[in-house]
T-cell receptor, first 112, second 114 residues
Framework: DQQVKQNSPSLSVQEGRISILNCDYTNSMFDYFLWYKKYPAEGPTFLISISSIKDKNEDGRFTVFLNKSAKHLSLHIVPSQPGDSAVYFCAASQNRDDKIIFGKGTRLHILP | EAQVTQNPRYLITVTGKKLTVTCSQNMNHEYMSWYRQDPGLGLRQIYYSMNVEVTDKGDVPEGYKVSRKEKRNFPLILESPSPNQTSLYFC?????????????FGSGTQLSVL
């Protein structure tokens, strides 16, 4: 039973355009959501998070949107840069003190 | 430099030969966790620890053991490795409480069990 779903295994976007990565979740008790970025041969690194009391959080080129009624969140990267090519993991937790459930990841390719 | 250190980086072993993957963090984090990453399956949690002497099972704990005798160390033990434990393993740590989700990950250990 997959509680956090990233249905697109990969995504290709032209450099300079917007990248949109999507994530759906099934557990309505989740109240804290995160995105991690992973380069080959490295561990994941924290990118951005959002609490369920918000519907948007922005950090530079990265914005996360949360739609609680649809149990959906998305990560927007604007403008996309070559260094953004990586695997992005969506993750969720309940009460921030519980274990974190990760999605399967989406591989983002930024095309020159 | 704040970091999570895993050793070894690569490990090839044979079925049944006990092994330990070490994990150490220098950030005084209470929370530590082990994950495995497999193609098409993403990151799955093996075990986690909320603090010293407190450990709990994650989603895929079978075949693994952990211990948390000190705050900084959280070794992963495979008593009798099997080929289905061939995987990429990550250790992670975080402060507890309100920021547990902001995990710091090690660089990973690629394990092959023949």
């Amino acid at each position: 039973d997959q509680q956090v779903k990233q249905n697109s295994p990969s995504l290709s976007v032209q450099e300079g355009r917007i990248s949109i990565l999507n994530c759906d979740y099934t557990n309505s008790m989740f109240d804290y959501f995160l995105w991690y970025k992973k380069y080959p041969a490295e561990g994941p690194t924290f990118l951005i998070s959002i609490s369920s009391i918000k519907d948007k959080n922005e950090d530079g080129r990265f914005t996360v949107f949360l739609n609680k009624s649809a149990k959906h969140l998305s990560l927007h990267i604007v403008p996309s840069q070559p260094g953004d090519s990586a695997v992005y993991f969506c993750a969720a937790s309940q009460n921030r003190d519980d274990k974190i459930i990760f999605g399967k990841g989406t591989r983002l390719h930024i095309l020159p | 430099e704040a970091q999570v250190t895993q050793n070894p980086r690569y490990l090839i072993t044979v079925t049944g030969k006990k092994l330990t993957v070490t994990c150490s963090q220098n950030m005084n984090h209470e929370y530590m966790s082990w994950y495995r990453q497999d193609p098409g399956l993403g990151l799955r949690q093996i075990y986690y620890s909320m603090n010293v002497e407190v450990t709990d099972k994650g989603d895929v704990p079978e075949g693994y053991k952990v211990s948390r005798k000190e705050k900084r160390n959280f070794p992963l033990i495979l008593e009798s490795p099997s080929p289905n434990q061939t995987s990429l393993y990550f250790c992670a740590s975080s402060f507890s409480g309100n920021s547990i989700g902001k995990l710091f990950f090690g660089s990973g250990t690629q394990l092959s069990v023949l």
